[in-house]
């Protein structure tokens, strides 16, 4: 088991190293740099240019900025994003949390759902229910989040009006409500994002749900189930599930990479101030600093899940391996 | 007096594969008797035991009349089907590590009979359960309940089969080749105990096996299935000493090949 740990923390280290060079590469080829919207109009004397860029060493060789920028990573220095006019670190540790709460919202709304989804289809196999959720789930695999996000905001934010088409407070002074209240407005702009981002994690979980009970459903053990006089939901619940859960909770460590990068656009559409917002505003910004410790982010977050799946699957399912 | 089961042309028809495996079968049963159901393999005796409780899978269609204490099992609705099925009439299955669910602990196993059917409380209900265990002769039974299937022996996981069928005192328990997945040695002491546990109990006993010795020492009258039909049904002196079918005849023979040559 622990060798089992250091080859995946070895493992882990070495995608991130990768990671962290390609994007420092292919950073290169893009155009501009933090200071290349306010500093490059004409009437901006060359030597001004110079000084800004020689303070924050955009005049290095791209090689010596590498080396500055991964030993700097060393000692836990993210830079400066100039976009922000403050540390990439600050900016990072106000936008963590917004996302964290909105990926993970949606990974329980979405693996709850999906899982209960699922049951109904096993109980209800090839019957009305289980055609009609069918459906439904394929939509929910094809849907573009994107357009459920834009639909969503469009009926249930601006013809309806039942929740705030974007942002992640009501506007006003809300620093003086009361704790409860700010969390309940907290939770009224966290609704639909998180829901949209829900929907297509739902979907997929569901239809792979639905296939492991189904598997497991043929089994003598479930048959021993019926035997004893147990009714249908309890069997499912008792003896179906907990045999069929661990293919569908190895789609966490899956679900999550992709959901970071359905939240840059679901944070983009409903303004919602996150990494995936802060992403996207520094690539428009060229703000590069703060595109790569976003993008190392996101990339330490699939990597540490990837990891901790795999010890989750290890740790459920040993006995498989020990039947005779 | 009324038979404790009373079964009806019963037929189970494959429709996907256009066969029949029960073609008409009528059997029945007193309170405390014991019958064996003798066939090859293929014969139909696993549809046969399951087709009773309603547990034929979803591919399989039975018609026909299953009377069990005076309803037709076949009809009854599924809570109330549910409510007969392993408190009034239990099951034991052949192959004991597949039929145990592999992530629950066996005394939770046995326990939940009683819960489900809302006899005991859950320690309650644990504790009857590893009594039980102990009086089917685990040893350590404590010990042994909070281990999981693949941790038991063969034959120690048949025996968690069986507590899990008597816990709730069936008036019949349906058992479908209880031994033919152990060893010999296991096989005489389980059948031994499942004899002992049918006098204590006074229970009726439907053992199916496609082994005659099996069922000549523990049934009293044995019935020969062959091609999804009885085709013989008699005490198990008279069908040993005089099989009337060409079929029960060869089977027989099978068993005392010296003795009938002579």
Same mark, same amino acid.
């Given at each position: ?324 | ?20 495996? #029960?073609? +008409?079968?009528?059997?029945?049963? !007193?309170? @405390? *008797? ?8 293929? &014969? =139909? ?86 009594? #039980?265990? +102990?009086?089917?002769?685990?040893? !350590?039974? @404590? *010990? ?8 038991? &022996? =063969? ?108």
């Amino acid at each position: 088991m622990t060798r089992r740990i250091v080859v995946r923390l070895l493992q882990a280290a070495a995608v991130l190293a990768v990671v962290a060079t390609a994007v420092f590469v292919l950073l290169q080829f893009a155009p501009g740099d933090p200071f290349a919207a306010a500093l490059d109009g004409t009437n901006v004397p060359p030597s001004v240019r110079m000084e800004w860029r020689a303070r924050y060493g955009f005049d290095l060789p791209p090689a010596e900025r590498f080396v500055r920028w991964i030993g700097a990573l060393a000692h836990g220095e993210l830079g400066y994003a100039a976009s922000r006019h403050r540390p990439v670190a600050d900016v990072v540790a106000d936008a963590v949390p917004r996302t964290l709460l909105l990926v993970g919202v949606a990974l329980a709304l979405g693996f709850a759902a999906g899982i209960l989804v699922g049951l109904v289809q096993a109980r209800h196999h090839r019957r009305w229910p289980d055609r009609l959720l069918g459906a439904l789930t394929l939509g929910g695999v094809a849907m573009p989040e994107f357009l459920l996000g834009l639909l969503a905001m469009t009926w249930l934010g601006a013809r309806w009006r039942l929740f705030p088409v974007a942002g992640i407070a009501s506007l006003g002074d809300t620093a003086t409500w009361p704790a409860w209240e700010r969390a309940l407005d907290l939770l009224w702009h966290l609704a639909l994002p998180a829901v949209v981002l829900a929907v297509g994690v739902a979907a997929r979980v569901a239809r792979h749900q639905r296939a492991a009970l189904l598997g497991v459903l043929g089994e003598d053990y479930i048959r021993t189930a019926r035997a004893k006089g147990l009714g249908e939901w309890r069997v499912l619940w008792h003896h179906a599930l907990p045999n069929a859960i661990g293919p569908v909770l190895a789609l966490l460590g899956l679900a999550l990479p992709s959901l970071i990068g359905g939240a840059v656009l679901i944070e983009r559409i409903f303004g919602w101030p996150g990494m995936g917002l802060t992403l996207f505003d520094a690539l428009l910004a060229r703000d590069y600093p703060l595109v790569l410790a976003a993008v190392l982010l996101a990339t330490v977050v699939a990597v540490v899940a990837r990891a901790l799946t795999d010890v989750v699957a290890e740790s459920v399912a040993p006995r498989r391996a020990r039947i005779p | 007096m009324n038979p404790l089961l009373s079964v009806q042309d019963l037929h189970v028809d494959a429709p996907g594969e256009g066969r029949s495996i #029960l073609r +008409g079968v009528h059997l029945t049963l !007193d309170a @405390g *008797e014991t019958v064996g159901v003798l066939g090859t393999s293929g &014969s =139909g005796k696993t549809t046969l035991a399951l087709a009773l409780l309603n547990l034929l899978p979803p591919a399989l269609r039975a018609r026909g009349r299953v009377e069990f204490e005076g309803h037709d099992l076949r009809t009854l609705n599924h809570a109330a089907l549910c409510a007969v099925r392993g408190r009034r009439c239990a099951m034991v299955f052949q192959e004991p590590l597949t039929a145990l669910n592999p992530r629950q602990r066996v005394g939770a196993q046995v326990a939940e009979v009683a819960t489900a059917h809302g006899e005991h409380d859950a320690a309650r209900a644990m504790r009857s359960a590893i009594d #039980l265990l +102990g009086r089917t002769g685990l040893t !350590d039974p @404590g *010990e042994r309940a909070q281990r999981f299937p693949h941790q038991l &022996s =063969g034959g120690e996981r048949q025996r968690v089969l069986l507590a899990m069928a008597l816990l709730l005192d069936p008036a019949l328990l349906i058992a479908d080749e209880p031994t033919s997945a152990l060893d010999v040695t296991v096989q005489a002491q389980v059948l031994q105990l499942l004899r002992e546990q049918q006098r204590a109990r006074g229970m009726a006993l439907l053992l199916v096996s496609h082994d005659l010795g099996v069922l000549a020492t523990t049934c009293r009258r044995l019935l020969v299935l062959h091609g999804g039909r009885i085709v013989e049904d008699a005490p198990t002196p008279q069908l040993l000493a005089a099989p009337v079918h060409p079929h029960a005849r060869a089977l027989v023979d099978t068993v005392r090949p010296a003795e009938r040559r002579a």
